[in-house]
């Protein structure tokens, strides 16, 4: 829908800079406490709930570790209160973690625990040097694949290895061993054990699909809980295997002593804990980026927060510490605003451990293994293998999946490194030629990629294609060209001007002289158009454009799309024939799955459809909805169409609250005011901003983000939901990255889009 008025005062508004939020009329109750502590209510509240998520998760990584179990619940208060102060991430909430289980057990199984702890220790040595060196950045630089592939590995080891304790066997430290070791496992089967894990296994994956209050309280805590109790009240269950802790928190602090040898291992050690605790710690501090907007990340501070953590809870006798994406998630979706919800969680574990350590003792094994089970096979993501695949990466994503489970973590890691480095360097090395025969007989090789020896093959072939005496031009656009391709495209040059034939080579820098594409409508690209044309004619003209210009260069994309899609995001937008999802997300095919309607509402059977099968059969990461200036269904909104007796009437039926909210002083309607926006684009904004929390709370699994792009000046505000305003994008957010990487870059909110965008000339 469109509309034709524009606000006088609209030129100056992409200069606004993002305000902090104001008190005023918007302050917080409680006097001077509140006024002091603005979030103190939302921040305990948080604390709680991840508190309750950490203590099971806590005790199970420890079981897995093959570790002293209190040293789980020791390394979450450390990560809790050391790397809540000193970290970079207010948000983010630190603890052990599944992601080292399986090179921790190795090293618990090589050197002991207190060696361990020593190696824990000077890990967080070497991740404050780290921060200090400013190296955060380049451990940001490990390909997505082999990330995801590492932590499919560790979660399909952990979740093998538990099977095992489940059936009432002993827990092994490998995958492979823990395989060999299933069938004796079975064979020894104990009852109990079995019907014990299971019952968690079935309540973790069940928990959630309740519906809310109920599924708010955390799934791992309530299976645990449930487990313990029926443990103690049948009969038959009586003898099973529990925890056992061998005394209090306190007890439970040690020092770490130095080995008697091997200080090889020890040091290399230290070096795998770090490399691999920072890559986790800044992968989980983007993902809550993701899920808050407006969170920034310092990343350099992070690496001294997490490294004084791992410090301090290796010379007490912790396991290592990473920012946690489990807790971190719970942590956000709690409502949380500051760090000192983690700091609280923390100390909650604490009292928990010293007061209530005889209940710990009460919990079976069986129950701890069910809970691991869960967590080892969540992390072996559908999403992430549907990313690799569309990426090409499946090949380094399974690699260093097979890695990590036949042989270690390290050497896993290598593989997949290594195989990324190969595909690197064959994509720098391959060349993309390809001829194009036109009507008139002429035939034109692009050559696109870098030209080298290596390619002098390929090159060949499509060179010997042309036919005999047939007029060619060599278009190199190329980044790279040495002599022996060079010289080889001229010895062809010659013998195919022997037969008669003309051919022209257009050298790289010509090749790339050529204007860059540009968007363009119908009417400026087409030329000389009859005064009276059909209807059909513009639409199907651009048709033809599309099979003479366009469809050759996208068919390798479609081809991989064929089978299927994996969108990064699903964006909801107005079906205003200006707004372009794909131009202003400089995204291409395959990435964004767009639904557009009539005031981009997030209501409605239509759009709900879509938004079901976007979360649940695509499960896209990021759900955004994308209003616009000018917007012809807000001024009906606004003029009392909602609720007449018409299509469209009935359809705004469902945007009054929007009205209501937007009348009673919506803070997103009145920044928009003070940043110098008409009556009807505050509305459209505060129609983002509601769209957005109804998608929430529906679909609590994706991030969601707000966008509101502003036609006269073709520019994507991103909605601030904590100050409560839209805010323009950093000049530099589009530097790297593509999709809606350079739409959320603006407040660090990355998603992974690496399409080229197809555009029309």
Request: aromatic share 4%; proline share 6%; glycine share 12%.
């Given at each position: 829908?469109?509309?034709?008025?524009?606000?006088?005062?609209?030129?100056?508004?992409?200069?606004?800079?993002?305000?902090?939020?104001?008190?005023?009329?918007?302050?917080?109750?409680?006097?001077?406490?509140?006024?002091?502590?603005?979030?103190?209510?939302?921040?305990?509240?948080?604390?709680?709930?991840?508190?309750?998520?950490?203590?099971?998760?806590?005790?199970?990584?420890?079981?897995?570790?093959?570790?002293?179990?209190?040293?789980?619940?020791?390394?979450?208060?450390?990560?809790?209160?050391?790397?809540?102060?000193?970290?970079?991430?207010?948000?983010?909430?630190?603890?052990?973690?599944?992601?080292?289980?399986?090179?921790?057990?190795?090293?618990?199984?090589?050197?002991?625990?207190?060696?361990?702890?020593?190696?824990?220790?000077?890990?967080?040595?070497?991740?404050?040097?780290?921060?200090?060196?400013?190296?955060?950045?380049?451990?940001?630089?490990?390909?997505?694949?082999?990330?995801?592939?590492?932590?499919?590995?560790?979660?399909?080891?952990?979740?093998?290895?538990?099977?095992?304790?489940?059936?009432?066997?002993?827990?092994?430290?490998?995958?492979?061993?823990?395989?060999?070791?299933?069938?004796?496992?079975?064979?020894?089967?104990?009852?109990?054990?079995?019907?014990?894990?299971?019952?968690?296994?079935?309540?973790?994956?069940?928990?959630?699909?309740?519906?809310?209050?109920?599924?708010?309280?955390?799934?791992?805590?309530?299976?645990?809980?449930?487990?313990?109790?029926?443990?103690?009240?049948?009969?038959?269950?009586?003898?099973?295997?529990?925890?056992?802790?061998?005394?209090?928190?306190?007890?439970?602090?040690?020092?770490?002593?130095?080995?008697?040898?091997?200080?090889?291992?020890?040091?290399?050690?230290?070096?795998?804990?770090?490399?691999?605790?920072?890559?986790?710690?800044?992968?989980?501090?983007?993902?809550?980026?993701?899920?808050?907007?407006?969170?920034?990340?310092?990343?350099?501070?992070?690496?001294?927060?997490?490294?004084?953590?791992?410090?301090?809870?290796?010379?007490?006798?912790?396991?290592?510490?990473?920012?946690?994406?489990?807790?971190?998630?719970?942590?956000?979706?709690?409502?949380?605003?500051?760090?000192?919800?983690?700091?609280?969680?923390?100390?909650?574990?604490?009292?928990f451990a010293v007061v209530l350590i005889d209940v710990i003792e009460l919990i079976p094994m069986a129950a701890l293994a069910g809970l691991l089970v869960v967590v080892g096979a969540q992390l072996v993501k559908p999403a992430d293998i549907r990313t690799a695949r569309s990426h090409g990466e499946l090949a380094i994503y399974l690699a260093t999946l097979a890695g990590v489970v036949a042989l270690n973590l390290l050497e896993g890691v290598l593989i997949g490194l290594a195989l990324a480095g190969i595909a690197l360097l064959w994509r720098a090395v391959r060349s993309r030629p390809h001829l194009e025969q036109h009507a008139d007989g002429h035939c034109e090789l692009v050559v696109e990629g870098s030209l080298c020896?290596?390619?002098?093959?390929?090159?060949?072939?499509?060179?010997?294609?042309?036919?005999?005496?047939?007029?060619?031009?060599?278009?190199?656009?190329?980044?790279?060209?040495?002599?022996?391709?060079?010289?080889?495209?001229?010895?062809?040059?010659?013998?195919?001007?022997?037969?008669?034939?003309?051919?022209?080579?257009?050298?790289?820098?010509?090749?790339?002289?050529?204007?860059?594409?540009?968007?363009?409508?119908?009417?400026?690209?087409?030329?000389?158009?009859?005064?009276?044309?059909?209807?059909?004619?513009?639409?199907?003209?651009?048709?033809?454009?599309?099979?003479?210009?366009?469809?050759?260069?996208?068919?390798?994309?479609?081809?991989?799309?064929?089978?299927?899609?994996?969108?990064?995001?699903?964006?909801?937008?107005?079906?205003?024939?200006?707004?372009?999802?794909?131009?202003?997300?400089?995204?291409?095919?395959?990435?964004?799955?767009?639904?557009?309607?009539?005031?981009?509402?997030?209501?409605?059977?239509?759009?709900?459809?879509?938004?079901?099968?976007?979360?649940?059969?695509?499960?896209?990461?990021?759900?955004?909805?994308?209003?616009?200036?000018?917007?012809?269904?807000?001024?009906?909104?606004?003029?009392?169409?909602?609720?007449?007796?018409?299509?469209?009437?009935?359809?705004?039926?469902?945007?009054?609250?929007?009205?209501?909210?937007?009348?009673?002083?919506?803070?997103?309607?009145?920044?928009?005011?003070?940043?110098?926006?008409?009556?009807?684009?505050?509305?459209?904004?505060?129609?983002?901003?509601?769209?957005?929390?109804?998608?929430?709370?529906?679909?609590?699994?994706?991030?969601?983000?707000?966008?509101?792009?502003?036609?006269?000046?073709?520019?994507?505000?991103?909605?601030?939901?904590?100050?409560?305003?839209?805010?323009?994008?950093?000049?530099?957010?589009?530097?790297?990255?593509?999709?809606?990487?350079?739409?959320?870059?603006?407040?660090?909110?990355?998603?992974?889009?690496?399409?080229?965008?197809?555009?029309?000339?």
């Amino acid at each position: 829908m469109s509309n034709t008025s524009t606000s006088s005062t609209r030129a100056t508004r992409d200069e606004h800079a993002p305000a902090e939020s104001g008190r005023g009329e918007h302050s917080p109750p409680g006097g001077r406490f509140g006024r002091m502590f603005p979030h103190a209510r939302a921040d305990l509240a948080a604390s709680v709930v991840v508190f309750l998520v950490a203590v099971p998760l806590s005790l199970g990584i420890a079981v897995a570790s093959g570790a002293p179990i209190l040293a789980g619940l020791v390394a979450a208060v450390v990560g809790a209160v050391v790397a809540g102060l000193l970290g970079g991430s207010p948000l983010q909430v630190s603890g052990p973690a599944a992601g080292l289980t399986v090179i921790v057990a190795e090293l618990v199984n090589r050197f002991g625990w207190e060696v361990t702890c020593l190696i824990t220790a000077g890990a967080g040595v070497l991740q404050v040097v780290f921060g200090l060196t400013r190296l955060a950045r380049f451990a940001q630089a490990v390909p997505p694949a082999v990330v995801h592939g590492m932590l499919a590995g560790i979660g399909v080891t952990i979740a093998v290895s538990q099977l095992n304790v489940v059936f009432g066997g002993e827990s092994r430290t490998g995958a492979v061993d823990s395989l060999l070791a299933l069938p004796g496992s079975m064979t020894n089967l104990s009852p109990p054990a079995l019907f014990l894990g299971a019952l968690v296994v079935a309540l973790m994956l069940t928990w959630p699909r309740l519906p809310r209050p109920v599924s708010a309280v955390p799934g791992a805590l309530v299976a645990v809980l449930v487990a313990t109790v029926l443990s103690l009240a049948v009969p038959g269950a009586a003898g099973v295997v529990r925890v056992e802790l061998g005394g209090s928190l306190l007890d439970a602090l040690s020092t770490p002593v130095l080995p008697e040898s091997d200080w090889a291992g020890v040091l290399g050690g230290m070096l795998t804990v770090a490399l691999i605790a920072s890559v986790e710690s800044l992968l989980s501090a983007v993902a809550v980026e993701r899920m808050r907007p407006g969170t920034r990340t310092d990343a350099d501070r992070e690496l001294l927060g997490q490294g004084a953590a791992n410090t301090v809870s290796g010379l007490i006798g912790g396991l290592p510490v990473t920012g946690v994406i489990v807790r971190s998630s719970a942590n956000v979706r709690a409502g949380a605003r500051t760090r000192a919800s983690g700091v609280l969680h923390g100390v909650w574990i604490a009292l928990f451990a010293v007061v209530l350590i005889d209940v710990i003792e009460l919990i079976p094994m069986a129950a701890l293994a069910g809970l691991l089970v869960v967590v080892g096979a969540q992390l072996v993501k559908p999403a992430d293998i549907r990313t690799a695949r569309s990426h090409g990466e499946l090949a380094i994503y399974l690699a260093t999946l097979a890695g990590v489970v036949a042989l270690n973590l390290l050497e896993g890691v290598l593989i997949g490194l290594a195989l990324a480095g190969i595909a690197l360097l064959w994509r720098a090395v391959r060349s993309r030629p390809h001829l194009e025969q036109h009507a008139d007989g002429h035939c034109e090789l692009v050559v696109e990629g870098s030209l080298c020896f290596l390619s002098v093959p390929r090159l060949s072939r499509e060179l010997n294609s042309v036919p005999r005496g047939v007029d060619t031009t060599v278009r190199l656009v190329t980044d790279y060209l040495d002599h022996a391709a060079y010289d080889h495209l001229l010895a062809w040059k010659d013998r195919h001007e022997g037969t008669g034939a003309r051919v022209t080579v257009i050298e790289p820098d010509a090749a790339r002289a050529a204007p860059a594409p540009s968007y363009a409508t119908w009417s400026q690209w087409q030329s000389a158009q009859p005064v009276d044309q059909e209807p059909h004619e513009p639409l199907m003209a651009g048709v033809a454009a599309y099979h003479d210009t366009t469809r050759d260069r996208i068919r390798p994309t479609m081809s991989a799309l064929a089978d299927g899609q994996a969108p990064s995001a699903m964006m909801i937008a107005c079906a205003d024939s200006r707004v372009l999802p794909h131009v202003i997300t400089h995204s291409g095919p395959g990435d964004v799955f767009t639904v557009q309607n009539v005031g981009n509402l997030a209501v409605g059977p239509g759009t709900a459809a879509a938004v079901e099968f976007a979360t649940s059969a695509l499960d896209v990461p990021l759900v955004v909805v994308c209003g616009h200036s000018g917007c012809g269904a807000m001024t009906g909104l606004r003029a009392g169409l909602a609720g007449t007796d018409s299509a469209l009437g009935r359809w705004l039926l469902e945007a009054r609250p929007v009205l209501r909210a937007f009348e009673r002083g919506h803070p997103v309607g009145v920044a928009a005011a003070a940043d110098g926006f008409d009556e009807i684009d505050q509305l459209a904004m505060v129609n983002v901003a509601m769209q957005v929390e109804m998608v929430r709370a529906a679909r609590s699994g994706p991030r969601q983000l707000g966008l509101f792009y502003d036609i006269g000046t073709a520019a994507v505000l991103v909605l601030d939901e904590q100050a409560g305003r839209f805010v323009p994008i950093r000049p530099d957010a589009g530097a790297t990255g593509s999709g809606l990487d350079r739409i959320a870059a603006g407040h660090g909110h990355g998603i992974g889009s690496t399409a080229t965008p197809l555009q029309r000339v």
